[in-house]
């Protein structure tokens, strides 16, 4: 679920691809955005201040979606200052062209730069036909094909369009003409509508493969580049269609009066030379009274400000349709756990902390009922060693028992439990090494009056054998180690019965498997005893 989530992001960019709509968010915002836009080619642009309380109330993804809905009819430019603060006029042609030189959708490399361009060509060349200016055989059929097919008149690329190769063999004299309608139209000045036409011109005779014609029109653009040079780009697209300048992302200017200033001043000399673009300046309350008011004179407060747009918070309707656009499998279960303070109720903090709680019920361990079941007896070996025992004389014990055991039948009602077996080496004497000793030379054989004692393991009554070996009379005068008599080192503890409550269970020494057992441990001590 959380996963779900974060493909989501909390911070939407200006451009790219914004998160899923909530169409109860921010929608009375939204909806006077739109009808502010949507005005005639011809209507005086106008300066929207877009603001919100705080950071994460959804500006940009407002704008986003708006762009969005709004695509086929208007152009929105960014307007991105540089380092957050300093405005630009370079940067910002470069901007608008990069965001113009994008290729088309199945437009086998064609811009949206190279349709503008097609457009102006034709509207420029539309009162040079109508005055006879420029000859033609049929002039009607001339003018309907520049105003109703102006994008297939001027494919440069296309072999049976005769207008466009017609403008293409004949663009030095026809050039400056068209420069000089496309200035008395837009009021800029002719050297930079002039430069402008013939970058356009340029740019879509090209071949649309070409990898560098983007950049060429770029270099050559910024290049002592000024507002006016932006401001005639602006103006020339607002022939054609609607054009909105967004400035989002103005962090920077934060207790920054002087880059307030200057970025205010700028957008009024936009405003200027090309009157029929939009200017969208997207601020926080906290940028607007630290940096804007302070520094800015009651007109230019006036310009950016002529219609104000206000981000107010979310109530829980919006929320849940937040939530619903967002996690719409998990948004009923976590709306009703979001508890925000009065503060709270706006985009981002709701995102965050659904985020946080769906993390939580991810990590959650998993609590499972205990089930109700008959405990059965268990039987528990531990076998301990000592260091100091061979593991050899171990397993050749152990393997025994288990081979000799085979047949002694289970002793049931009973859960024998075996306490660890303590090995406790001989102590040996202090001293150098004594020299071997030849088998030959010893006698194994116990000395007479010495009886091999064995208790059976299974006893009620554990009793203490102790052994003592001692050498016969060597043949050679070879002395021999003393061993001190010591205790057995193998001792055998009384095992544990558990006995179930209610039941008189049959003696153990009663077992057929007794003396099996006290056969094995005589063995044993026989082995023990030789090595």
């Not at 910002?92 to 457009?119: K, Q």
């Amino acid at each position: 679920m959380a996963d779900s989530l974060t493909q989501q992001p909390f911070f939407d960019t200006l451009g790219q691809p914004a998160a899923p709509h909530a169409p109860g968010v921010n929608a009375a915002a939204t909806a006077r955005m739109e009808r502010v836009l949507k005005s005639p080619v011809d209507a005086p642009g106008r300066g929207i201040l877009l603001r919100a309380p705080r950071a994460g109330y959804g500006k940009t993804h407002l704008l986003s979606h708006v762009q969005q809905r709004l695509g086929s009819s208007h152009e929105f430019l960014p307007l991105t200052p540089l380092d957050g603060s300093r405005t630009d006029a370079a940067g910002a042609i470069e901007a608008a062209l990069r965001r113009l030189t994008r290729p088309l959708p199945a437009g086998g490399g064609l811009t949206n730069l190279d349709l503008l361009a097609r457009r102006l060509f034709s509207l420029a060349l539309q009162p040079l036909v109508t005055s006879g200016e420029v000859p033609c055989q049929d002039r009607e059929a001339a003018l309907s094909a520049l105003r109703q097919r102006p994008v297939e008149t001027f494919d440069f690329h296309h072999s049976q369009a005769v207008t466009a190769h017609w403008t293409k063999e004949n663009f030095e004299v026809l050039g400056p003409r068209l420069a000089l309608e496309l200035s008395r139209r837009t009021g800029v000045s002719l050297n930079e509508a002039s430069f402008w036409l013939a970058s356009f011109f340029r740019f879509a005779v090209a071949v649309p493969e070409h990898p560098g014609r983007t950049g060429m029109i770029i270099q050559s653009a910024v290049t002592e580049a000024g507002v006016e040079r932006y401001a005639a780009l602006l103006a020339l697209l607002s022939l054609i269609s609607r054009v909105a300048v967004t400035a989002d992302d103005l962090e920077g200017m934060h207790a920054e009066p002087t880059s307030a200033l200057r970025f205010a001043s700028f957008l009024a000399s936009v405003r200027q030379d090309a009157p029929r673009v939009d200017l969208i300046v997207s601020l926080n309350d906290d940028i607007w009274e630290s940096a804007f008011v302070p520094a800015l004179s009651g007109g230019l407060l006036d310009r950016l400000g002529e219609v104000e747009i206000r981000l107010e918070p979310l109530d829980e309707a919006s929320a849940f349709a937040l939530l619903e656009a967002r996690l719409p499998q998990d948004s009923a279960h976590l709306a009703h756990k979001l508890a925000l303070a009065p503060g709270e109720f706006y985009a981002r903090r709701v995102l965050k902390k659904a985020s946080e709680l769906a993390e939580e019920q991810d990590g959650a361990p998993v609590r499972l009922l205990a089930s109700e079941s008959i405990a059965e007896p268990v039987t528990v070996v531990t076998v301990a060693s000592a260091a100091s025992a061979a593991p050899a004389m171990e397993d050749s014990f152990v393997s025994s028992l288990r081979e000799e055991d085979a047949g002694v039948p289970p002793i049931e009602e009973s859960v024998f439990v075996e306490t660890p077996v303590e090995v406790v080496p001989p102590p040996l004497h202090q001293g150098s090494t004594p020299p071997p000793i030849p088998p030959s030379a010893v006698s194994l054989e116990p000395e007479p009056g010495i009886e091999d004692e064995s208790v059976s393991p299974f006893s009620e009554k554990r009793e203490e054998s102790v052994e003592s070996f001692s050498p016969a009379e060597p043949v050679m005068a070879v002395e021999t180690p003393h061993f001190q008599p010591s205790q057995s080192p193998f001792q055998v503890a009384e095992p544990e019965v558990a006995v179930a409550s209610g039941e008189n269970p049959e003696p153990v020494g009663a077992s057929s498997g007794g003396d099996r057992i006290d056969d094995l441990l005589r063995q044993f001590r026989e082995r023990y005893g030789r090595e």
